[in-house]
């Protein structure tokens, strides 16, 4: 329930993006909606990779949906820390491997 374990997470997820990116970037950003519902949640995900200035719309690479269960936990962990509750972010990554999160309430 720490913040080095919502560090751990935001830095999976960025392992997930590098992974999922098809050869050189400038930029991968990846924004994750967050919903909850009456028994239950869901996540979404818009991947985009930035190369030679171009934003290029590209599929995570996640066939068991890792991500989806990261961002649920991440969730999970934030609410009970700080008690707020977002509803996404967008997680950026530039070429050298700094990693940027912007939350949205």
Known sequence: MSI???????ERLVEIMKASAAGSYERLECEFGYETYENGWSVGSKYSQVKNGQVMSEL??????????????????????????????????????????????
């Open 4 to 10: 080095e374990d919502q560090v751990k997470i935001l």
């Open 60 to 105: 995570l690479d996640d066939p068991g949906d890792e991500a989806s269960d990261l961002v649920h936990e991440l969730h999970r962990l934030m609410k009970s820390h700080a008690g707020g509750a977002w509803d996404g972010f967008l997680l950026s990554v530039d070429f050298s491997g700094k990693a940027d999160a912007k939350f949205i309430y």
